[in-house]
């Protein structure tokens, strides 16, 4: 199996996730408003500026006002991998092209890629659920 993040398939839980592989072991990935605590590693994106931090928490909802108070521009989760700082390391190994300070990422190329289609995902599995909910 290559290195990489690769979505290998979508499966609506309780709160969507998908299941991705980073360092060869797969790892659920959380949309944005999934704000349970647990070692995550997070994608917060600053305003317009095309900016995104990559850290990680144990407390997401906290650490997102600790990053607000420091930030003139809103800041917005954009989604969440499971695993701490060997996770958090790994993914900042593979997005090294778009790395513009210690843990702040260009918004750009192969990082790009990777958040649109989670986030296209997700909005996907949003619909389906509504659609199946309606259904009822």
């Known amino acids: 199996m290559s290195q990489g993040v690769v979505i290998s398939n979508v499966e609506p839980v309780q709160t969507p996730s998908l299941r991705v592989f980073i ?9 944005g408003r999934d704000l349970r605590d647990g070692h995550r590693v997070y994608f ?3 305003g317009d500026s095309g900016k995104v931090k990559i850290g990680t928490s144990m407390h997401i ?3 997102i006002h ?13 989604l969440s991998i499971e695993g701490g700082h060997s996770i958090e390391s790994e993914i900042h190994k593979l997005y090294k092209a778009e790395r513009i300070g210690r843990e702040w ?20 599995m949003d619909s389906a659920i509504r659609f199946e909910q309606g259904k009822n």
């Open 61 to 63: 909802r906290k650490r």
């Open 105 to 124: 990422f260009s918004k750009s190329g192969a990082l790009a890629q990777f958040l649109d289609t989670s986030i296209w995902a997700f909005l996907q």
């Open 66 to 78: 600790e990053l607000q108070g420091g930030s003139h521009e809103p800041l917005r989760l954009l």
């Open 44 to 46: 917060v994106e600053a």
């Open 23 to 31: 360092g060869g072991k797969p790892r659920n990935v959380y949309p």
